[in-house]
């Protein structure tokens, strides 16, 4: 089973933007819905926005509503979470998943947001 893998994560200050990429070519469930989540030191991760690849729609968690945008790129096999304005609340390892996800995890990549 090929785990999704988020990539593009950094250092940024407040106020910052960042764009994270997920792969989703090669996934051998053909999930419709994908999904981002973090996981913020000390805390448990959340999902905090999914994509319906076949029409675009979206939803957010209200921590990131409004600053942060997912988009897919179908053609190309990629899922994108375009994040601006960051908060040093938002540093935390960002993931991609299917929704509901399954079991395996990818790595995830770090962000962090100095204040």
């Known amino acids: 089973e090929v785990q999704l893998q988020a990539s593009g994560g950094g250092l940024v200050q407040a106020g910052g933007s960042l764009r994270l990429s997920c792969s989703v070519s090669?996934?051998?469930?053909?999930?419709?819905?994908i999904a981002w989540f973090r996981q913020a030191p000390g805390k448990e991760r959340e999902g905090i926005s999914c994509?319906?690849?076949?029409?675009?729609?979206?939803r957010y968690a209200d921590s990131v509503k409004g600053r942060f945008t997912v988009s897919s790129d179908n053609a190309e096999g990629m899922v994108y979470l375009q994040m601006y304005s960051l908060k040093p609340e938002d540093t935390a390892v960002y993931y991609c998943n299917s929704d509901p996800p399954a079991p395996l995890w990818g790595q995830g990549t770090l962000v962090t947001v100095s204040s």
């Open positions: 090669g996934f051998t469930f053909d999930a419709d819905r």
């Open positions: 994509i319906r690849k076949s029409d675009g729609k979206s």
